[in-house]
């Protein structure tokens, strides 16, 4: 087996569990445009679901309202940060593996902002190597494209990366990435 050189952290879910803060925030945007939904059942049919999709199931599809809610759920997102918890155990791993020399990226289909604002809320912003959004790829999960991506930038082959994962699309992706993965249930 190749020596570990990459650990690759998906982040709603994985690294953290974020549903609570994810749905109580698109709850309060949506709600200022007369969409009301439950916190049951945002968490039960759009977890997970890229924003565009997302807002496209609710009935938005007009791509500058879109953006517009997509940016004030970015804002109001913080107001619910008490509700969010670390996967303790995984990330004291990583601790431990990036000081025995490993990188530590955060590939997620999550947005930028909202990533680094709940990172930053945890103080492990300066603990990480590295990110990509999203927005940062052309073929989001169940692509391996956000995988390959941290893979090239860092210089590993996939015989040297570990990937976390929690939903089946990140876990598809892994899989096609040829890295090990790994399925974490918070």
């Not at 000081?99 to 709940?118: C, L």
Request: charged share 30%; glycine share 6%; hydrophobic share 40%.
């Amino acid at each position: 087996m190749a020596q570990l050189k990459l650990i690759l952290l998906d982040f709603d879910g994985t690294l953290v569990d974020t549903r609570r803060a994810n749905a109580l925030a698109y709850i309060e945007t949506l709600a200022e445009v007369g969409i009301h939904l439950s916190e049951e059942e945002y968490l039960e049919r759009y977890f997970g679901v890229r924003c565009m999709e997302f807002m496209q199931m609710v009935g938005i599809e007009n791509p500058e309202e879109v953006q517009r809610l997509r940016r004030r759920k970015v804002e109001l997102y913080p107001r619910y940060f008490d509700t969010i918890e670390l996967n303790q155990p995984l990330w004291n791993w990583c601790s431990m593996m990036r000081r025995m020399g490993a990188k530590v990226w955060i590939v997620s289909t999550g947005h930028i902002d909202n990533i680094t604002n709940v990172m930053r809320y945890l103080r492990l912003d300066s603990s990480i190597d590295g990110i990509i959004s999203g927005d940062d790829v052309e073929r989001p999960k169940p692509y391996p494209d956000c995988f390959l991506k941290a893979m090239e930038i860092e210089g590993v082959t996939p015989e040297e990366t570990i990937v976390f994962e929690d939903s089946s699309v990140g876990l598809e992706a892994a899989r096609h990435s040829g890295a090990t993965y790994v399925r974490i249930k918070m």
